[in-house]
């Protein structure tokens, strides 16, 4: 195919979604960024564009089919082609036990972090086959091994992206696609927030930054075409 790659990444507009997204376009891809957000997208396309990057945004929520299958089709409409897929979107709840949580927060964190990625994927998959595609699901530490304080909704749902992941790579291998489960421990982004004791500065220092994971992103996408990245687990020297 000619052109810049395209990749579409979710939660664009913070974390470690936007900070995939600006190292992406430093390594030459076109970027399209979603999240509910549009301000944020915005700033974030903007940052990229006065970088001298390429950035285009589409908001969306991605719980939300129609919005997922539309946005789909205008990116194929703006850019032709769908090379990469970042799904950094995700959703916890401060109340998060068996003795505490509510259905309806279990019901959007399942909703936000395992759903609307295989929404998303599903929408995707069609241009990626074509592509021979890259996706990276950012998933969790708590996806990778049990987590006591990640609550019950965002465990469950981190640890079944191990299986979306292997499932892709193992029935659309055959097209060229190849998905890494990449499983970040802390991070120092507004995503601690919703912890049920929010962190505070001096133990945000020692977690991970943005773009720390977004080294690791690149370098899933920028592997050559018949190597997969199957897990990738990064996380602070701080972890316990
Ligand atoms: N920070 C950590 O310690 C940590 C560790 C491991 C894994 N993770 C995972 O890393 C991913 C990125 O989180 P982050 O730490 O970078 O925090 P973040 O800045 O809060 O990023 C989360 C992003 O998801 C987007 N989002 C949430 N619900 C959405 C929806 N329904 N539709 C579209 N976009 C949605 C948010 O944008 P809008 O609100 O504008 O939609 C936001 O940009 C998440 O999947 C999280 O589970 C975080």
Not at 63 to 68: L, Q, S, T
Not at 107 to 133: E, F, H, K, Q
Request: with cysteine; proline share 5%.
């Amino acid at each position: 195919m000619d052109g810049a790659r395209v990749l579409w990444v979710t939660g664009g507009g913070s974390g470690m979604g936007a900070a995939s997204a600006r190292a992406a376009a430093r390594d030459g891809w076109t970027v399209v960024l979603s999240g509910r957000r549009a301000d944020r997208l915005a700033e974030v396309a903007d940052a990229i564009r006065d970088a001298g990057g390429t950035a285009d945004v589409l908001p969306l929520d991605a719980a939300d089919p129609d919005a997922v299958a539309a946005a789909g089709e205008t990116l194929l409409a703006r850019h032709g082609r769908l090379d990469g897929l970042v799904l950094s979107a995700g959703l916890n709840a401060p109340r998060r036990r068996w003795d505490d949580q509510s259905l309806s927060d279990v019901r959007a964190v399942i909703d936000t972090n395992l759903t609307a990625v295989v929404t998303v994927l599903d929408r995707a998959l069609p241009a990626l086959r074509a592509s021979g595609g890259t996706v990276v699901v950012v998933s969790s530490y708590a996806g990778w091994s049990f987590q006591p304080g990640a609550g019950v909704a965002y465990s469950a749902s981190k640890t079944a992206l191990g299986s979306v992941v292997r499932t892709l790579n193992q029935q659309e291998a055959a097209h060229g696609v190849r998905a890494t489960h990449l499983c970040p421990g802390d991070v120092a982004t507004d995503f601690l927030d919703q912890r049920p004791s929010v962190p505070d500065a001096a133990a945000r220092a020692v977690m991970l930054r943005p773009d720390d994971v977004a080294r690791a992103v690149s370098f899933v996408l920028e592997a050559p075409s018949h190597v997969r990245v199957d897990e990738l687990v990064v996380s602070p020297v701080s972890q316990r």
